[in-house]
T-cell receptor, first 117, second 115 residues
């Protein structure tokens, strides 16, 4: 597609429930990133995919968070047993492989606003 | 470890004023990349500029200009003759070479331009 698409745009869930957030990157972008942005804060890195594999998942806060990208395109961020502290905007970004000397930035989606009540 | 500091939480100006958003970064790497992003109320982060650590030349793009100074580890962003449409949150970000190329973001500066 023309841009990075994230669905749903808003999600309200009850504490303890399971949620899935979807990211559809720009066609052909091999790198995909998930970030979490709390109110008044900058985006915090969660996980990075290069193709189908998670190249770096050091930002996932705990084992309730998991993400997949089975075909190297669409990615799903999964949160189990949601807690009120998980409430945030979850941003997805995609890019071509980052080469030294290239002069472009990541393309971000509009995010999914997750509210855990 | 790297860090990006945007000390200004919120700036409020009147249209046509010039405004500078500060960004100070910390890294021990000699090769790194600095970015500015704009986040309008719609939520998506819009790429504005990227600078490489080996290129300290300042850049101007229309009403936007960037001042990169390695001596003070700063990468400040100036908007000349601000407009209401410039109202947004602006993020400075840093990527260091040799890792996963994952940006570290500052906390952002909220710019409000009043008509």
């Amino acid at each position: 597609g023309a841009g990075v698409s994230q669905t749903p745009s808003n999600k309200v869930t009850e504490k303890g429930k399971y949620v899935e957030l979807r990211c559809d990157p720009i066609s052909g972008h091999t790198a995909l990133y998930w970030y979490r942005q709390s109110l008044g804060q900058g985006p915090e890195f969660l996980i990075y995919f290069q193709g189908t594999g998670a190249a770096d998942d050091s930002g996932l806060p705990n084992d309730r968070f998991f993400a997949v990208r089975p075909e190297g395109s669409v990615s799903t961020l999964k949160i189990q047993r949601t807690e009120r502290g998980d409430s945030a905007v979850y941003l997805c970004a995609s890019s071509l492989r980052f080469y030294l000397g290239s002069n472009y930035g990541y393309t971000f989606g509009s995010g999914t606003r997750l509210t855990v009540v | 470890a790297q860090k990006v500091t945007q000390a200004q939480t919120e700036i409020s100006v009147v249209e046509k004023e010039d405004v500078t958003l500060d960004c100070v970064y910390e890294t021990r790497d000699t090769t790194y990349y600095l970015f500015w992003y704009k986040q309008p109320p719609s939520g998506e982060l819009v790429f504005l500029i990227r600078r490489n650590s080996f290129d300290e030349q300042n850049e101007i793009s229309g009403r936007y200009s960037w001042n990169f100074q390695k001596s003070t580890s700063s990468f400040n962003f100036t908007i000349t003759a601000s407009q209401v449409v410039d109202s947004a949150v602006y993020f400075c970000a840093l990527i260091v070479s040799g890792g996963s190329y994952i940006p570290t973001f500052g906390r952002g500066t909220s710019l409000i331009v009043h008509p």
